[in-house]
């Protein structure tokens, strides 16, 4: 709508308008006087055309006293946005065939099956007596008086509803979801339009936008990007974008079975939109009863493992509805007879464990498995395979330390036990009463006169080198440069254990260790007051793991991502550190947690305590805190021995990548998963990059079995990053499962007469996705709550779209033209009184 008003504001104040009449009649008083005067000198025509100029004048005057403005008003609608979002994860695509009959009728009378307004009553009183456990009554009161008549009604109509129930068995619920938003008895779809503007989203792990007009497609095939091995309830709200003034998001419509195995935070995200005014309306498919169904909920292994090891298959098999029955579990290894256990599964699920062989050396490839039984929900959920390494080896770490503080006692003792391990000890200051022909551990470490002689060096052989506490006249100024050597050149891991005493503290003037150490602008962290004190689990700060860290192989205490993260979560505090900023080329593993300090982005930057910098062909750690034996509080063994000695496999994979004297090339993480990121690095070594400045990169991809002529599957650019001129990397998206190998390829340079070659494993994802897959009406209950929303189930579909009318969707905009301030308004008031005074000249008036 379009208005417009003239208004006056001058007139709004009685004072004024009384002072402006009162001048404008004294003035018309004064020109009528003047007239008289005048008509003696000039014509009558002249007389009356100045007496006009001079009234208009004064109406300029008096109107411009008023203060006219001229107002528009202008109503605008807004178009506000419905989104539509559609679980497309692999539990949508299960038959209900054991749900309730309640439940079916419910379906059949959204999908527009059954029913008209004639017969709801009906309808809703089978629903009611169906949920009760009852027999419907077939029939009305008013209806067939015969009883022949009303028994063959009553057949007529079970007929009708189990032929209704028989295709609603075969009709999986992304199906279901799908015709109740394109043809129900109410079309979702085609309501919602009313409302607003309909945006759909797919999704399962991912999210991502989809097109209305080809859904059918999409809900067949679904879109690999969407990662359908897992459900992410959280994916489908964050994918939603904000609301904005002139279309704001009048709701979120989610059709799901309600399954999140994800672990992320739907509910923290859902009351999220709660607080914008954006409500979440979960409308619930599937049946909230477990199928009858034998699953492989979960399979926990170790990655790699040296040969000879005694390595375990630890796994879950989920077995709803066939309680107090056999379960026969069949483990496979190719070319070599199966294993099989026999369990009478007692209740929803059931462990069971397999020792796995660890005799030869290379990639070990199983598949374990349930037999299917013919009445089973699914069939493709029976079986997983998994994978492991099994490396001929042993880790050799040298450990120094300058005094022998708690926190070395604890990590020599945890190596020590580690039969993979082989531990090399110095410890520079220790008492010596000269009892004995020497200390218990050596005090000191011989080096060669030549610092460039890192082969002669005691850094040539190890895999990990711990540097502990030591002040800077224990290692010599030959012993830091060889020690340099060893990461840059020999591809060596260096951890560095911050000290209260020496290390970095006094390493002010050290270049070296300036260049080593990941960290800038450090500080100490030392809490003496009420935060230190407590319980174990209570005092001080607690490490936080970056989503960098949960991803790193030997941070990983559980092979479940949301259980890893609460143990780290758990673990003691600490009440000294030594923290800073990451630097550029840094990667933060851990933060710390400082109690009455907020948490997020910010805090992470500067509470950095692990950290890894790649440095050459090597790379170093930091770790700022002194008390990981504070890890053994109550749980003992559990979690300090096993990071150490994670800590020295992944050193020695580090320093075993392929390559040569000039490069280092492989993958972050040997084994991903399908769907993850493949990222390959080269560490190319600084006198190559210098004898070739024009040097580029690329990675080609084969299968692992593929013929050496075969074209490569993909083919990655590797770039320098910024900051690290010596390493190139690149990334590799949607890299299907099996067995890969990657290939250096080199241009404007040569690296080698040898192809340099790494591995890598793509693997299907472990997710509960499959393992359990009844509706989750809790969680979909909690959604809606949490974000003033409202759960729906599909006989119900038509009380929707009401609830999404926004009480005001039309803006009123006002715009005020102030004519008395404007330009022209003294234009012609100074015009009238020119045109006056010309008339006066040439008339001959003074």
């Known amino acids: 709508m379009f208005q417009k008003d003239l208004l006056f504001q001058g007139a709004h104040s009685t004072g004024w308008l009384l002072l402006c009449a009162a001048s404008v009649v004294a003035a018309g008083v004064l020109i009528a006087m003047l007239m008289r005067y005048e008509r003696r000198l000039v014509s009558p025509s002249v007389g009356w055309t100045l007496l006009a100029l001079r009234l208009a004048v004064l109406a300029v005057l008096f109107l411009t006293f008023l203060q006219p403005v001229l107002s528009w008003t202008v109503d605008r609608k807004k178009t506000g946005r419905v989104v539509i979002a559609v679980d497309l994860s692999e539990s949508m695509e299960t038959t209900d065939g054991h749900a309730s009959r309640a439940d079916k009728l419910r379906w059949a ?115 690999s990007s969407v990662l359908g091995e897992s459900s992410n309830l959280a994916a489908a709200l964050s994918a939603v974008p904000a609301s904005n003034e002139e279309s704001p998001l009048l709701g979120i419509i989610v059709l799901t079975d309600g399954r999140d195995n994800a672990g992320r935070d739907p509910l923290g995200l859902a009351s999220r939109m709660g607080t914008l005014n954006t409500p979440v309306f979960p409308v619930m498919l599937g049946s909230t009863t477990r199928p009858k169904d034998l699953s492989i909920a979960t399979v926990e292994h170790p990655a790699s493992v040296f040969k000879d090891d005694k390595p375990m298959l630890k796994a879950t098999i989920s077995t709803p509805g066939f309680e107090g029955e056999d379960v026969t579990v069949v483990l496979e290894r190719p ?90 000890t110095v410890v520079y200051r220790q008492p010596y009463m000269g009892v004995l022909g020497e200390t218990f551990f050596p005090r000191s470490l011989p080096f060669p006169a030549n610092a460039e002689n890192l082969a ?76 230190g004190l407590g319980s174990p689990t209570e005092r001080g700060f607690h490490l936080r793991l970056t989503p960098e860290g949960e991803r790193e192989g030997m941070l990983q205490f559980d092979g479940d991502p949301v259980e890893n993260r609460r143990i780290w979560d758990g673990l003691p505090g600490h009440v000294w550190g030594m923290i800073g900023q990451a630097k550029p080329a840094a990667t933060i593993l851990a933060w710390a947690q400082q109690p009455g300090l907020p948490a997020g982005l910010e805090a992470e930057r500067n509470s950095a305590v692990i950290v890894q910098q790649s440095y050459g062909f090597g790379q170093v750690l930091w770790m700022g805190i002194d008390s990981t034996w504070r890890w053994r509080h ?196 100074f015009a009238l009184l020119t045109v006056e005074w010309v008339v006066r000249k040439l008339n001959g008036l003074p």
Do not use: C
């Open 335 to 424: 070319g070599h007879d199966p294993e099989t256990r026999t369990v009478r599964a007692t209740g929803r699920s059931f462990p069971v464990e397999f020792a796995l062989d660890a005799t030869k050396v290379g990639r070990q490839e199983y598949t374990i498995r349930t037999e299917l039984q013919e009445d089973e929900t699914r069939d493709d959920n029976n079986s997983r395979p998994f994978a492991f390494t099994v490396v001929d080896d042993k880790v050799r770490v040298l450990l120094l330390e300058g005094e022998a503080r708690w926190e070395f006692r604890f990590i020599d003792n945890a190596l020590s036990r580690d039969e993979r391990v082989v531990l090399r």
């Open 456 to 531: 002669d060096s005691p850094f040539a052989e190890p895999d990990l080198i711990i540097l502990g506490d030591i002040s800077p006249n224990d290692l010599p100024p030959a012993g830091w440069e060889l020690l340099e050597k060893y990461v840059s050149e020999a591809g060596g891991t260096l951890v560095m254990i911050a000290g209260k005493q020496h290390l970095p503290l006094a390493y002010v003037d050290n270049p070296i260790v300036e260049r080593l150490v990941p960290l800038s602008a450090m500080r100490q962290v030392n809490m003496q007051g009420p935060e």
């Open 109 to 223: 009378r959204g999908l527009g099956m059954i029913g008209n307004a004639t017969i709801a009553d009906r309808l809703d009183r089978w629903t009611r007596e169906l949920d009760e456990g009852r027999e419907p009554s077939w029939t009305d009161a008013n209806e067939a008086a015969d009883g022949e008549r009303r028994a063959q009604l009553e057949e007529a109509r079970k007929e009708t509803l189990q032929g209704i129930f028989a295709e609603i068995d075969r009709l999986p619920r992304k199906e279901i979801a799908r015709r109740l938003l394109a043809r129900g008895a109410v079309p979702l779809i085609e309501e919602l339009g009313k409302q607003g503007t309909v945006e759909l989203v797919v999704f399962a792990g991912r999210s991502e936008s989809a097109d209305v007009a080809t859904l059918e497609g999409t809900v067949n095939r679904p879109p």
């Open 634 to 829: 109550r749980v003992g063994d559990r979690y300090h021995p096993r990071y150490w000695g994670q800590l020295g496999r992944w050193a020695a994979e580090n320093k075993a990548a392929a390559g040569n004297e000039n490069v280092k090339f492989g993958a972050d993480k040997v084994d991903v998963q399908i769907g993850e990121d493949v990222h390959l690095k080269a560490r190319f070594s600084q006198p190559f990059v210098r004898r070739f400045p024009e040097l580029k990169a690329r990675a080609e991809l084969t299968r692992a079995d593929a013929e050496p002529d075969e074209k490569p599957f993909a083919v990655v650019e590797l770039k320098p990053q910024e900051g690290r001129p010596l390493v190139y990397e690149g990334r590799v998206v949607g890299l299907p499962g099996g067995s890969w190998k990657a290939k250096l390829v080199t241009e404007s340079a040569d690296v080698g007469s040898d192809s340099i070659v790494a591995g890598v494993f793509v693997n299907k994802p472990q997710t509960l996705e499959l393992s359990d897959l009844s509706a989750n009406r809790e969680l979909l209950q909690q959604i809606a709550d949490v974000s003033h929303g409202r759960l729906f189930t599909a006989d119900h579909l038509a009380e929707l779209p009401p609830l999404l009318r926004h009480p005001d969707l039309v803006s009123t905009s006002r715009e005020d033209y102030e004519l008395w301030n404007h330009w022209t308004v003294m234009l012609a008031f």
